[in-house]
């Protein structure tokens, strides 16, 4: 069982649907990271919040706009997205702050645009 | 900029069989994780290796990182079907930045 939660696991949207993918998890982790991944391919990164502040964003284009309500929730929003954003997005937090620590991934959503 | 080149892409075996798959960086790590993903799932934390020459081992899989700390290898001793998935390093340089993910080994395992 991971202690990252993700929802939905699943998602299917329009080009020009807004929806909001959610993650959360409850090891007081200061760390959190949005990633993308291709099928057969390593994870790449998006976004990383330290302490609840947008630290990293790896150039990622506008129609994806990171949202840290708090210290355990992560959201990613999504708008006008194209058929190759279509990935598994994964969620993981790391206790500290720094890329010398282990990092705990969710489960993912899987995300279809049409 | 920095990359992590892992080797090989694919890995079939006959369950008992060894496996090993390697990690080469272009520049100095100051450490190497590795993480396992199994076909469907998300990437699971294995371990961390930090000094150079380190060698770690958990069960059956044996996490090596060379001595001038540019490659790392992980070694599965008598495979099992439980080791099936794909197998990622991931880098960080001395310099700080973040973790470079190798483009992984897919190792299957034939029962």
């Known amino acids: 069982d991971t202690e990252v939660t993700q929802t939905p696991k699943h998602l299917v949207m329009g080009m020009t649907n807004k929806k909001s993918l959610k993650c959360e998890q409850h090891?007081?982790?200061?760390?959190m990271y949005w990633y993308k991944q291709k099928a057969k391919k390593p994870p790449e990164l998006m976004f990383v919040y330290s302490y609840e502040k947008l630290s990293i964003n790896e150039s990622v284009p506008s129609r994806f706009s990171p949202e840290c309500p708090n210290s355990s929730l992560l959201n990613l929003h999504l708008h006008a997205l194209q058929p190759e954003d279509s990935a598994l997005y994964l969620c993981?937090?790391?206790?500290?702050?720094?890329?010398?620590?282990?990092?705990?991934f969710g489960d993912g959503t899987r995300l279809s645009i049409l | 900029g920095q990359q992590v080149m892992q080797i090989p892409q694919y890995q079939h075996v006959q369950e008992g069989e060894d496996f090993t798959t390697y990690c080469n960086s272009s520049t100095t790590l100051s450490n190497i994780q590795w993480y396992k993903q199994r076909p469907g799932g998300h990437p699971v934390f294995l371990i961390q290796?930090?000094?150079?020459?380190e060698v770690k081992k958990q069960k059956r899989l044996t996490f090596q990182f060379g001595e001038a700390k540019k490659n790392s290898s992980l070694h599965i001793t008598a495979t099992q079907t439980t080791d099936v998935g794909t197998y990622f390093c991931?880098?960080?340089?001395?310099?700080?930045?973040?973790?470079?993910f190798g483009q992984g080994t897919e190792l299957s395992v034939k029962p």
């Open positions: 993981a937090s790391s206790q500290g702050v720094g890329f010398n620590q282990p990092q705990h």
């Open positions: 090891m007081g982790h200061r760390a």
């Open positions: 991931a880098g960080l340089n001395n310099q700080g930045g973040k973790l470079i």
């Open positions: 290796l930090v000094k150079s020459g």
